[in-house]
Structure formats: structure tokens, C-alpha cells
């Protein structure tokens, strides 16, 4: 059993905790995801971890009520427990893996989008600790919805918070922001996006036409987590891809964007779900319970 710490509500149907997982805190690093089943009955829900203590064996997670499952976590309380607690999984941060003297060669622009702000903090903390400049661009439709604005702004060199209806900061969207940024002069080397995927792909177009090497996290398109339902295939350049096993991060500028945002709806009827399955034959995979398939 994994206890949790703490929990509480950060914004409209959005929750945060804090959860004892040795394990994982020991060995994840900057954008890994885990599983968490809340009962020996429950479903696998993937969700990007937000931060990590690795002397405490803490995870803390924020996640989005978007379920039945969800909704069931949200009532959760500090004291409870999950039954299990499965990770890290997914590939890290490309810049992880880099050599360092590389990465720090580089100047970031990390773009979080409402809940992206939870995956894009440990990867702006990882650029803090090993002095690498960043900047940092948040969205969200309203105050309300901006998290963890203190940490980002103790991370990151600036911080720039847009709000779709303007009530905080500055009316706009992210990419907005992008093309002011470059038009008052600023230049990066490498621009990270992660967010709704509508926002991240049309801040892929704008940055392919700025000529920014952009990576995107399609952690929100994950269902089963584990490569067999098949929920997260892409097509990735000429590859096809799944997010959770290869990814969840990928060159934002390769991603078939229409396909993956027709493949979302669809997956989420059964008589998508039946439609995908005929259509892709044996490559869909579909372990998960949800399509009728074998893995």
C-alpha cells in the first residue's frame, strides 16, 4: 500500500498529492510518468509526476477529474492509501541524457498549458539545479487555473503567465506569447510544450515557422500505460510510435497532429474503439479491456 501524505484541491476539478513511493522517487527523473491503481479492482491511471523527494521517497502528483477513477482520487484523503504505485515508466527528458556541458550550451522555453504546468516544474527544477537558462511560459483559461506559480517562478529564469480570458497578468494564449518573445529579440535553442493537445499543436506550428527544435509530451493521450491498449499510437515522421513506451515525449514538429487528434475522439466510443481495431488490424494492440483485444 502507498499512503498518501497529503491531498488537497488546486483548482477547479484539479487535485494534488503527495504519496509515499520510495521506489519511484528514488529513480524517476523529468519526464517519467507512473501508474497509480486506487483498489485491487481499480483501473491503471498514467499521470506525469510533478515532484520528487528522493530522501523523503515522496511523489507528489496534480491530476485533472476527468472520470469515474479520477473522481474516486479526488475523494481520497492524507491517511488513505493507493493499492500500488507502478514507475517510473516512459523514456526522460532528451536533456537528461545529453551530455551536460551540451545541454547547458542550449537556452529552453518550457510551455505549460493548465495542467502541463505539473510535468513541465520538474524538468524547469532540473534546469535550476544544474544551471541551465530557461524561461517559462503558462496558460491557462483563468487565474484560477494557473498552478504552481511560486515554484516556477523560484526555477525558472522569467516566467510569463497569460490567461485566455485576461484575468491574470495578460489576455492571450501561449503563443501569443512565443511570437512577442521573438519579436522583442529573444532566441532559444530548444522549446518543450506540454499541455492540451490542441495548444500544442498549433505552438508546433508557430515554432516550426520560428524554426525552434521543438519536443511535446503526449502524456494526456495515455490510457492504459503500458503499451498494449493502444490509446496513445501516433504517427511520428514516417514511425509509428506509442507514448507511453517510446515516448512520452517526442519532436513536436514530426507528429501527425490531425490523425492524433481524430484517433483521440475516436477512442473514446466503443464504436470508435471497434473501428480502429478493424482498421489497424494487427498492429492496434488493445489489451486493455476497453477495446476487446488481446495484447
Not at 513511493?21 to 485491487?40: S, T
Not at 521543438?214 to 493521450?221: E, F, Q
Amino acid at each position: 500500500m502507498y499512503e498518501i501524505l497529503s491531498a488537497r484541491k488546486a483548482a477547479d476539478r484539479i487535485y494534488e498529492m503527495v504519496v509515499r513511493a520510495p521506489r519511484v522517487a528514488q529513480h524517476c527523473e523529468p519526464g517519467q510518468f507512473l501508474i497509480v491503481i486506487v483498489d485491487e479492482k481499480g483501473e491503471r491511471i498514467p499521470l506525469t509526476i510533478c515532484d520528487y523527494d528522493r530522501k523523503e521517497g515522496t511523489v507528489r502528483i496534480v491530476f485533472q477529474v476527468v472520470g469515474a477513477s479520477t473522481l474516486r482520487m479526488s475523494r481520497m484523503q492524507a491517511g488513505d492509501s493507493f493499492h500500488d504505485v507502478v514507475g517510473p515508466l516512459g523514456r526522460p527528458s532528451e536533456f537528461v541524457t545529453d551530455p551536460l556541458d551540451e545541454v547547458k550550451k542550449r537556452r529552453y522555453l518550457f510551455v505549460a498549458g493548465g495542467v502541463g504546468a505539473a510535468p513541465v516544474y520538474p524538468q524547469v527544477r532540473w534546469m535550476k539545479e544544474h544551471g541551465v537558462v530557461c524561461d517559462v511560459i503558462e496558460g491557462a483559461r483563468n487565474k484560477n487555473l494557473i498552478l504552481l506559480e511560486d515554484e516556477l517562478k523560484a526555477t525558472a529564469d522569467h516566467l510569463y503567465i497569460t490567461t485566455d480570458d485576461g484575468s491574470y497578468v495578460r489576455k492571450g494564449l501561449v503563443t501569443n506569447v512565443i511570437q512577442d518573445l521573438y519579436d522583442a529579440g529573444e532566441r532559444y535553442d530548444v522549446c518543450v510544450v506540454i499541455g492540451p493537445m490542441i495548444m500544442m499543436k498549433f505552438a508546433c506550428l508557430l515554432t516550426q515557422k520560428l524554426g525552434l527544435h521543438t519536443i511535446v509530451s503526449m502524456n494526456t493521450i495515455m490510457v492504459d500505460g503500458t503499451g498494449m491498449c493502444g490509446a496513445c499510437r501516433l504517427k511520428v515522421g514516417d514511425e509509428t510510435k506509442f507514448a507511453c513506451v517510446d515516448g512520452p515525449e517526442f519532436d513536436g514538429h514530426l507528429i501527425d497532429w490531425q490523425l492524433a487528434m481524430e484517433r483521440q475522439q475516436l477512442y473514446k466510443t466503443e464504436e470508435g474503439r471497434a473501428y480502429l481495431r478493424e482498421q489497424e488490424g494487427d498492429t492496434h494492440k488493445g489489451g486493455c479491456g476497453q477495446c476487446g483485444g488481446e495484447d
